[in-house]
């Protein structure tokens, strides 16, 4: 595992961890109503209608919002983690020119009938 794999590890965990974190913060819905955290059910915590609100409703809607946007946080930081960690950086054949020995490449046509290096460098 190279320096960019364990950085995006690194990044990938503290960003799902993140999206956690914001689901299990209460929230106060039009600086009124206080809800509990969505991922505990965003129940109200005061039960007065303060205008055109309505504490259940609103809360219920409200923290389906906060769950959707930290789900979506935590998939795309599981994404590109796993992108990340696919990264590979040439083999040490492939760096010293031994493009014969390199393994893991591809043959890759680049003009008419030529064909390019196998290794994952070119």
């Given at each position: 595992?190279?320096a960019?794999?364990?950085?995006?590890?690194v990044?990938?965990?503290?960003?799902?961890?993140?999206?956690?974190?914001f689901?299990?913060?209460?929230?106060?819905?039009?600086?009124?109503?206080?809800?509990?955290?969505?991922?505990?059910?965003?129940?109200?915590?005061?039960?007065?209608?303060?205008?055109l609100?309505?504490?259940?409703?609103?809360?219920?809607?409200?923290?389906?919002?906060?769950?959707?946007?930290?789900?979506?946080?935590?998939?795309?930081?599981?994404?590109?983690?796993?992108?990340?960690?696919?990264?590979?950086?040439p083999?040490?054949?492939?760096r010293?020119?031994?493009?014969?020995?390199?393994?893991?490449?591809?043959?890759?046509?680049?003009?008419?009938?030529?064909?390019?290096?196998?290794?994952?460098?070119?």
């Open positions: 595992m190279n960019i794999q364990r950085i995006g590890a990044v990938a965990l503290s960003i799902v961890a993140l999206a956690i974190v689901a299990l913060m209460p929230f106060t819905f039009a600086g009124s109503v206080k809800c509990g955290p969505a991922l505990l059910g965003s129940k109200p915590r005061t039960v007065e209608s303060v205008g609100t309505q504490p259940a409703r609103d809360c219920a809607r409200t923290g389906t919002s906060r769950l959707a946007v930290s789900g979506v946080m935590a998939i795309l930081a599981v994404a590109a983690g796993a992108g990340i960690s696919q990264i590979q950086p083999g040490k054949d492939c010293e020119g031994r493009h014969g020995d390199c393994h893991g490449g591809w043959p890759a046509l680049i003009g008419a009938r030529r064909l390019a290096c196998q290794c994952s460098c070119h």
